[in-house]
């Protein structure tokens, strides 16, 4: 049987030099990564090409996922937040395309890797940071100071909240990481039981019928996570943006 | 949501805010050397600031001062602007 963590394994391709003495590769991960922005750009790019009035394909594709984003913004986050629409718009395309990809055969899944996730979480929590003190000065802090609290349990409060802010980009990478992990192991695995189980003979074969089913259905579930865990992904960026916004009501 | 997704996010807040406390207390015992006692005060202290996203992100309370990690809390989100 196949170990099914090997599906997460990097491999490298290309070294493309050293920075401090880490060696700078162009790996598998790298590759699809790439792969999914091409695939953005070709899709924006050619549903824009011949803007008709009336949309063709795919030119509604690219419609309707600019509205969708940008219903969520705004329903999010405020008019405001609509400045922060390249940002949200391409975090939402990057995670949606990487997942989706993923669920091919053979292809690699960028977020099955926490340093990926990571990363766009401590993008979308510096951003809230940097501009929240950018637009609101130290008025951004009275987030952290809830009104209406009697005076003596205020300072534990605070910390409660600080904590609860600072546990943000944690939850929001690991949620990520996490479904996109464990959706896979789950897949591998129920694949493999109908190879264990077809080596069995004509008993086995019946037997294989079950994960076998079960596969499909997971796979099938796993395409609704997929584009499920980007939609989560991005309306919490926009949750977050808006307290970047409008610190402390 | 299924419930899966619904159970994986509830637990990801939960852990992140004991993660969050724990590497705080540990930090304050380095620098400071005041170990065991930074460790066991963050420790709870990041537990409650789970509690607090858990209940936050479920709706169970009203998104806070930090309008909270949840998706289902959101609404009337508009009308504080």
Redesign the interface.
């Known amino acids: 049987m196949d170990d099914p963590i090997h599906q997460f394994e990097i491999v490298k391709y290309v070294t493309l030099g050293h920075i401090g003495g880490r060696e700078i590769a162009f790996t598998n991960s790298a590759l699809f990564m790439a792969i999914a922005v091409a695939g953005i750009s070709l899709l924006l790019i050619g549903a824009t090409s011949n803007r008709s009035l009336v949309p063709g394909r795919l030119q509604s594709l690219a419609e309707m996922s600019y509205e969708f984003v940008a219903d969520m913004i705004n ?2 986050a ?1 008019r405001e937040g609509m400045r922060f629409f390249p940002f949200v718009f391409s975090i939402f395309m990057f995670v949606l395309f990487v997942n989706v990809i993923g669920l091919i055969p053979y292809m690699f899944t960028v977020t099955t890797h926490i340093i990926i996730t990571a990363t766009l979480a401590l993008m979308v929590f510096f951003t809230v940071i940097i501009y929240g003190f950018w637009r609101n000065g130290l008025h951004f802090l ?6 209406g609290i009697p005076i003596y349990i205020l300072p ?1 409060v605070t ?3 600080v ?6 980009p ?3 990478s ?2 990520l990481f ?2 996109m992990l ?1 959706g896979h192991i789950t897949l591998k695995v129920f694949a493999g039981f109908i190879g264990l189980l077809g080596a069995w003979g004509a008993l086995g074969w019946f037997g294989a019928v079950l994960p076998l089913g079960l596969t499909v259905a997971l796979t099938a ?1 796993e395409l ?2 997929a584009v ?2 980007a939609y ?1 992904f991005a ?2 960026t926009c ?2 943006l ?2 970047a916004i ?1 610190p ?2 | 949501m299924s419930g899966f997704a619904r159970g994986m996010r509830l637990s990801a807040e939960l852990v992140g805010g004991v993660v969050i406390g724990f590497i705080f207390g540990w930090l304050i015992d380095r620098l400071f050397g005041t170990s065991p006692w930074g460790l066991i005060v963050f420790l709870l202290l990041g537990f409650t600031a789970g509690v607090l996203n858990v209940m936050r992100s479920a709706g169970v309370i009203r998104p806070g001062p930090l309008s909270g990690a949840g998706g289902e809390g959101m609404h009337g989100r508009q009308d504080r602007n």
Do not use: C
């Open positions: 329903s999010t405020g009275k987030m952290f100071v809830p009104s534990l910390v409660i909240e904590m609860s802010f600072l546990s943000r944690l939850s929001h690991v949620r996490a479904n464990a579930l609704l996570v499920l865990q989560v309306i919490l949750i977050y808006n307290d409008h402390g009501h």
